[in-house]
């Protein structure tokens, strides 16, 4: 298990009630195939390279040899543009985070109604300063895995309606951290969540979340 459990029915097939269309599709095709078999080691080299550029200073003339490196890159990428539900990045959930490159990586240990528990590790790029974590990108794992239990608890796509975070010590970087998220009541729609952060025995941080279950075709 990587990036979400693998077990779960991600595939949904479309019905009536609940169509192709909407803010988060009822259909979403979960491979383990787009992308190829390197597209972790893909993700991976590019977190390295933001790393790399969060700590480096460049000479100048660096600087103009990298842009002009990450101008063919990015041309190379042109070619192969597709819409977010076909995209590898979010629904490899083979790999980290399913592949989304916008997360900080995690690896889900567990999920399922109960709950999720996850460990993540938040890379140098994620820096906030003093050697620690920035909290937006706390509360960025927060939401997704929240969202992850919500989903899991009510075998439904639910969308975040407020998310708190309460910041009880700090948070390491290059350390891996257990987060555990899990749906504590539901009322209707209505998902009610919580989650912790803990190093080791340290608790980092916690969050209180609503998230609700969208309507079918719900934009
Ligand atoms: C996506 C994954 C695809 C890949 C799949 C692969 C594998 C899948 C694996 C796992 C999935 C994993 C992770 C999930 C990923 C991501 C999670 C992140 C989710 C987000 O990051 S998402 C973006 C941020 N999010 C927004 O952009 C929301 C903007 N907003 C709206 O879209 C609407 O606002 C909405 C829909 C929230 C509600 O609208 P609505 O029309 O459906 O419902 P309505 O307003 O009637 O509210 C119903 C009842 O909730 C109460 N209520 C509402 N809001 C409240 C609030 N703030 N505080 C207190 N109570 C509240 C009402 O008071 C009423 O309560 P009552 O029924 O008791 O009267």
Redesign the pocket.
Known sequence: MKG?PIDQK?NVPATEESPLEGG?RAE?E?TTERGGPRYGELIEEVRTFMDKVRYASPTPELADEIIDDLKLFNAKLDTLLVDEWHTPS??R?DLPS?GNITLPPYEVIDGGEDGVTASVEFRRFHLGGNGVAHGGHVAVVF??LG??AA?LHVHG?A????LTVNYRSLTPLETPLTMRTWAERR????IFVKGTLHDGDRLCADMEA?F?Q??PG?A
């Open positions: 979400a991600w988060f979403f979960v979010g629904t959930v399913r939401d997704d969202g992850m989903t796509i969308r975040t309606a407020y009322e209707g729609r209505k609503l609700i969208l309507r719900q």
